[in-house]
């Protein structure tokens, strides 16, 4: 089946300028059965050209933009995304996951669309583009528990101002680098909170730390300890205040007996029983201990199980999670696991619950000031998906 990367995936990621570099460092050995040398030296590639770009679009001096380093750029480019599409064609070959397809899909256009960006002279986009890679990487290293991380040779440095140690803890985590990435985001926290930083940007750094704590390393333990330093090390405002409440209560319920004994997708169903099709900003912040520890779960079971009407339940929601994760560089998985929902299982109750969704998605993404304008590629779109979704229409293969 040809899996459709949907609805202006590469648009919604930076709708201000219609392109994103999606790129997904995938971990060694999740495949069973495909060649786990191969993989390791294709992303290992991958990691030290992301890190020469990164080194490089972050350098305080003129590095990126001297002729002397423009060969060596491209020459990064090209080693970047050669590595990845050799790496596509063993995932594509072991992997039942569609998503897997539409998001290497987009890595190809938006790579060389970036090289040739460079080329014509347009380095100061090029770089804005380089310097985001890393968000994009955040995207697939949320998704499975690697067993090896990314040690790269040196960790690039740069001018320590807070946003640009915001980017240095993205690019820890985009290398799998947690533990270094987790310490990095809190401390982006509490020295945001000193300093007067804005509001919204503490919480991105807030929203990125909870996602190694939950979803990557599962450290409920703890959680509770490094919330009550965000607590007391700075003055909070009401609004964060009230988030930090309700994730350490949400904290301290995952802990109980109750909770511990239930089985892993009683949880999860648990967990996502109040998220809806449309999205309430508040209270996807305020939930997000809850939606993270439901889409670990949910993306740890999905790859185990045979039954095609749990599969369709357990896609659906796992959609839904990510549509309600407050972090922008990881809501396009939300997108892609409700259209895989819709195809592979058309005219179930399901796939029209995904449908619903996806489109509301898609309406907010199409809505600004001049009231709602779908694209003519979105609506087609999803006029396809809706037939599938209600049943008149074989599915495609």
């Known amino acids: 089946m040809k899996f459709k990367t949907p609805l202006g995936l590469i648009r919604k990621l930076h709708p201000t300028s219609g392109l994103a570099i999606i790129l997904v460092c995938f971990p060694v050995g999740i495949f069973a059965g495909c060649s786990s040398v191969f993989l390791s030296h294709d992303m290992r590639t991958a990691e030290k050209s992301f890190t020469a770009l990164f080194e490089a679009a972050w350098s305080p001096d003129d590095t990126f933009f001297s002729e002397d380093n423009s060969q060596h750029i491209l020459q990064q480019l090209d080693r970047l995304s050669g590595s990845l599409r050799h790496a596509e064609e063993i995932t594509a070959k072991n992997s039942s996951d569609l998503t897997y397809q539409a998001t290497f899909d987009a890595i190809e256009t ?32 949320t998704r499975y528990q690697a067993t090896v991380d990314f040690v790269p040779d040196t960790i690039p440095e740069t001018v320590p101002t807070w946003d640009n140690r915001f980017r240095q803890a993205q690019y820890l985590f985009s290398i799998r680098q947690f533990d270094k990435s987790s310490s990095e985001f809190l401390d982006l926290v509490t020295d945001g ?69 239930l089985a892993p997708l009683r949880k999860a169903r648990a967990l996502t029983q109040d998220l809806s099709d449309e999205i309430s900003i508040a209270e996807d912040e305020n939930n997000l201990v809850k939606t993270l520890y ?92 809706k037939t599938l979704a209600y049943g008149n229409e074989p599915q495609t293969k």
């Not at 790579?111 to 380089?130: N, P, V």
């Not at 509770?224 to 409440?245: C, V, W, Y």
């Open 193 to 261: 909170l000193e300093s007067g930083i804005p509001l919204a940007d503490i919480k991105q750094a807030a929203f990125y730390w909870l996602t190694i704590e939950i979803k990557v390393k599962n450290r409920l333990f703890s959680l509770n300890k490094k919330l009550e330093r965000i607590a007391e090390h700075a003055p909070i405002s009401g609004e964060l205040q009230d988030i930090i409440t309700q994730w350490s209560a949400d904290s301290d319920m995952l802990l109980t007996e109750r909770w511990m004994l």
């Open 294 to 385: 439901a889409s670990s779960i949910l993306q740890g079971e999905l790859p185990l199980l045979t039954n095609r009407g749990i599969q369709a339940e357990l896609s659906y929601l796992a959609g839904l999670t990510y549509v309600h994760t407050p972090i922008p560089s990881l809501r396009p998985y939300g997108d892609l696991y409700l259209e895989q929902c819709i195809l592979e299982n058309p005219g179930t109750d399901y796939a029209q619950r995904a449908f619903l969704a996806l489109y509301q998605q898609t309406r907010l993404m199409s809505t600004g000031s001049g009231g709602v304008h779908f694209d003519p590629a979105d609506s087609s779109h999803l006029a396809h998906l």
């Open 110 to 141: 938006q790579l060389a669309d970036a090289r040739e960006r460079f080329k014509a002279g347009q380095k100061d986009y090029s770089q804005w583009q380089i310097r985001r890679i890393g968000e994009s990487c955040i995207l697939c290293h």
